[in-house]
């Protein structure tokens, strides 16, 4: 079956599901990333990708920290060209 969008019976585009094995590899990039890029300012985190969406969860350990832990995040060079979404918490 071919990889491209097809058309329900009711006219909707369904597009098919991205590779499970891609968004896991991109997740653990770009937890590396993160941990490199941040290292011990965030107590915790957690990545989710589907699709073409990523969304970032971060625990900082001071609550002065979440600006520019946020900015480092927005700045990574793996999100280009996905669906971003960024929270962080104290």
Do not use: M, N
């Not at 597009?15 to 993160?34: F, M, N, T, V, Y």
């Not at 011990?40 to 969406?53: N, T």
Request: cysteine-free.
């Amino acid at each position: 079956r071919s990889r491209s969008a097809s058309t329900s019976p009711d006219g909707l585009a369904v597009e098919p599901r991205s590779d499970p094995a891609a968004d896991a590899a991109l997740k653990r990039r770009l937890e590396g990333q993160i941990r490199t890029a941040v290292g011990e300012r965030v107590r915790s985190l957690d990545v989710r990708v589907v699709d073409r969406s990523v969304t970032i969860r971060a625990r900082v350990d001071r609550f002065w920290q979440r600006r520019s832990v946020r900015r480092t995040l927005e700045s990574l060079p793996g999100l280009a060209g996905y669906k971003t979404t960024i929270e962080v918490t104290d």
